[in-house]
Nanobody, 123 residues
Framework: VQLQASGGGLVQAGGSLRLSCAAS????????LGWFRQAPGKEREFVAA????????IYAESVKGRFTISRDNTKNTLYLQMNSLKPEDTAVYYC?????????????????WGHGTQVTVSS
């Protein structure tokens, strides 16, 4: 499986971005999917995840109410709508596919990772 994240960029605080993650070579309709991020000098952290149906979602407290994760299984694509962005959201964002049908918070649950897309939020 190959995961290709896109949609990152430079945005002012308060702005919005929509990240996409397209999967190829194999359908991921039975897998939980998630987004993680890593800021310079910090460890990778969980952002959001959802189960294979896209019904059950979980979010990190820091993004709850501002970010929305969704998926389109017909397009084998995962999304992350990010609103009200803050400078502390600046990071490389990675999409990942879980080895399970549910998307969990630990990175060890995920066995496929995309290369990441840079999100920079200026103050």
């Amino acid at each position: 499986v190959q995961l290709q994240a896109s949609g990152g960029g430079l945005v002012q605080a308060g702005g919005s971005l929509r990240l996409s993650c397209a999967a190829s070579r194999r359908t991921l309709s039975n897998n939980g999917l998630g987004w993680f991020r890593q800021a310079p000098g910090k460890e990778r952290e969980f952002v959001a995840a959802l189960n294979w149906k896209g019904i059950n979602t979980i979010y990190a407290e820091s993004v709850k109410g501002r970010f929305t994760i969704s998926r389109d299984n017909t397009k084998n694509t995962l999304y992350l709508q990010m609103n009200s962005l803050k400078p502390e959201d600046t990071a490389v964002y990675y999409c990942a596919a879980s080895r399970y049908a549910v998307g969990g918070t630990p990175g060890r649950d995920y066995n496929y990772w995309g290369h990441g897309t840079q999100v920079t939020v200026s103050s």
